[in-house]
Structure formats: structure tokens, C-alpha cells
């Protein structure tokens, strides 16, 4: 990508720029696959007003008003009394093992099906999370769960939040053009219920009300041998912000004993204030604008946010409608939402040969990644 961006300041042409572009996509990485999954159990938001007993008007409000219906969670168990325990870190910790390996299993299972490949032929696992913390990490837990090649190449990105899909496909996109023709799987998994504190404050009430859990795959490969109909990478881009670093943060909530995650009431004008910046600069290494791309795949970070992308970006209801569709249906899910807005847009059947799509991920640092793909 530094090269594309010095091509256009040395004044090499658009045309010429695509055109070099294009001719070495035969040595990119591809997403030849993608695989979602989600718990079982899922809860209205009113649903999760009622689990709890939250009375605090400003605080339903909070949930009802956030432009999300259903969210899949993992809740505490109800005690003899009907109400929901209170876990304990370790609680926590647990959950997060168990469904992060279970949910995470069945992503990779449903990607590698629609890669027309099996788990013999994967020979890299990319594993992104934040929501918990393992040691061996989660890589090597599915590994032995899946009965993957113990030779597979592996990597657990932990603790970057909702930005890290990007981060990892990053990596995965790198090993795969680094071993054309074998296969690189990418998982993001956040059990975002193991991250939760019910104390009845407003600053928890806001993350309780915005994320669900969730697992997404993909599969990359490079080479010669190119798949019909599937995405390019063409390049990456990353924007730290660091006046903003304690913006979105895990801390440790004494009063508890268990972590707890705090956003900022200024989280999505932060974003959006940065998004052109990154936005522009992925573009202007491949010589496009903005209305050239056919295709957004934003992350699920809330409404707020959301809106002030679209303002900032000066882009439509339609551009965004997988980003807001997939809040809605299952509230923020961290560093995977962005591949269920992929999975959507594929689904839909809108894809032409020689589209171009952006993805972009937003979390905590604060940080903002972005992507350029093309069919």
C-alpha cells in the first residue's frame, strides 16, 4: 500500500495505477469462504430489561432507543429466587473457554463448507477475541477441538477489541500471499456476555445494552488458480488516534472483582472526526473516490456511531443498511460484526465483477482499520 500511495504522488495516473494493481492480483490474498455462527439463546431488548429487573427509566431507555431488537447472549442462570446470579471472574473466564471454542468451531465448520474445503486443508488459524483471556490461547484449543493438522501455522490476536477483524485479516491475508495455494482461516470470536457487569449504573447500563455474542470466519488463499466471484484484497490501512486512547478501555472494577469495559460518550464523534482521514488515504493508494466504491462494510459500533460515519463519509442509508441491519439483529459483537455485514452483502446477490468495497472497523486506542476489496 506505501507503494500505491507513492505511485500517486510521483504522478502515475489512475488508470495506470488500477492497472498495476489488477495485474498483480494473481499474487493477493482472496476470501474464498465465510462462516458465521451465534449462541443459541437470544433476548429482545425488552426481554433483557425484564431478566434484570431494571427499573431506571433512563436506563430502559438506553435499551430500547439503541436501534437494536435482538441480541444473542449467554446470561447467568436464574436462582430460587428468579433472579439471575451474579458470576464471578472466574464465571466469567469459564463461559468464555466454552462457548468461545463451541461458537468458534462452528464458524470455521460453516466457512470451510462454503470454501468447498475441509479442516485437513487448513494450514494457518488466525484467532481474534477480547472478551477473554486464555492461556494456551484459543487457536490452539480449536486446534485440538477441530482435529486441525498440528503443524497449522497459528496466531491469537487478544485485548484490541472491535477493530481487531481487520488486524487479523491483515495477518491471514500476509501468511496466505507468503504460501500461495494453502489456506488461512481468520476467526473472531467474542462471548461479549462474559464481559458484562450488572451493577445498575448508567456507564455499565450503556455496554450492557449494545453487545451480543458471536463468532465469524473467513478463508483466505493466494495463487495463481483464482476463484470466480470472489473478493481481492488490494490493500490496508491503519489510523491510531491517541488523544482519544482512554476513550474505549477494559479496566478492573474493584468494587466487582471482574473487568469491566467503559465507553466513552465520545466514541462516535471521535470516529467519524477520523474516518475521512483513513478512508481517503486507503482510497487515494489505488487512485479511486469515495462514490467509486459500490460496497460498505462498516462495523456494528452503535447508532451513534454509525451516523456520524455516514455524515462524515457522506454516505446513504443504503450504503450502511448491512452495518445497521446486522445491529439490529444482533446488537455489537465486536471485532466479527463487519464479516456478518460481508456475509449479508454476499447473500444478497448485489456483487458485479469489477465492484469495489471498503471495509472498516472501529475500537478501542482509539483505532480505526480499513480495507480495499474488488471483485
Known amino acids: ?49 425484564d431478566a434484570f429487573g431494571i427499573e431506571d427509566e433512563r436506563i430502559r431507555n438506553v435499551f430500547l ?74 487457536s490452539a484449543l480449536l486446534v485440538k477441538h477441530l482435529g486441525l493438522r498440528t503443524d497449522c501455522g497459528r496466531a491469537d490476536i487478544v485485548g484490541m477489541g472491535c477493530n481487531a477483524g481487520l488486524n487479523g485479516l491483515t495477518v491471514a491475508s500476509g501468511w496466505a500471499e507468503a504460501n500461495p495455494g494453502k489456506l488461512a482461516i481468520m476467526l473472531c470470536v467474542e462471548i461479549c456476555s462474559a464481559a458484562y457487569v450488572f451493577d445498575g449504573s448508567m456507564k455499565t447500563a450503556v455496554v450492557n445494552s449494545l453487545f451480543g455474542d458471536g463468532a465469524s470466519a473467513v478463508a483466505m488463499q493466494a495463487g495463481p488458480d483464482r476463484r470466480a466471484g470472489m473478493p481481492t484484497v488490494l490493500g490496508f490501512a491503519s489510523q491510531v488516534i491517541p488523544e482519544a486512547v482512554d476513550a474505549m478501555r477494559f479496566d478492573w472494577a474493584q468494587e466487582h472483582g471482574k473487568f469491566s469495559f467503559v465507553l466513552a460518550q465520545e466514541v462516535p464523534y471521535v470516529v467519524g472526526a477520523n ?71 454476499l447473500q444478497e446477490g448485489r456483487v458485479k465483477p469489477g465492484d469495489y468495497g471498503v471495509m472498516m472497523t472501529m475500537g478501542p486506542g482509539a483505532t480505526i482499520e480499513a480495507a480495499l476489496i474488488s471483485w
Open 65 to 138: 432507543n439503541s436501534a437494536i431488537e435482538r441480541r444473542f447472549l449467554t446470561l447467568p442462570p436464574v436462582q430460587a429466587d428468579g433472579r439471575r446470579c451474579q458470576e464471578t471472574q472466574a464465571d466469567l473466564l469459564q463461559k468464555h473457554s466454552r462457548n468461545a471454542i463451541e461458537v468458534g468451531a462452528e464458524a470455521i465448520r460453516r466457512c470451510l463448507e462454503r470454501a468447498d474445503a475441509t479442516l485437513a486443508d487448513v494450514r494457518y488459524l488466525c484467532c481474534v477475541t477480547t472478551t477473554g483471556f486464555l492461556t494456551p490461547g484459543l
Open 275 to 345: 474516518a475521512e482521514q483513513i478512508i481517503d488515504r486507503l482510497l487515494r493508494g489505488a487512485g479511486l473516490r469515495r462514490s467509486e466504491i459500490s460496497h460498505w462494510l462498516v462495523h456494528s459500533g452503535g447508532k451513534k456511531v454509525i451516523d456520524s460515519v455516514k455524515i462524515n463519509l457522506g454516505l446513504t442509508a443504503d450504503d450502511l443498511r448491512h452495518t445497521s441491519s446486522v445491529l439490529r439483529d444482533y446488537g455489537n459483537m465486536s471485532s466479527g460484526s463487519f464479516l456478518f455485514s460481508y456475509e449479508r452483502l
Open 1 to 49: 500500500m506505501t507503494q500505491d500511495i507513492l505511485s500517486v504522488l510521483n504522478g502515475e495516473g489512475k488508470s495506470q495505477t488500477l492497472r498495476r494493481l489488477h495485474a498483480g492480483s494473481a499474487t493477493r490474498s482472496q476470501i474464498v469462504g465465510i462462516g458465521t455462527a451465534t449462541p443459541e439463546t437470544s433476548y429482545s431488548q425488552q426481554e433483557m430489561i
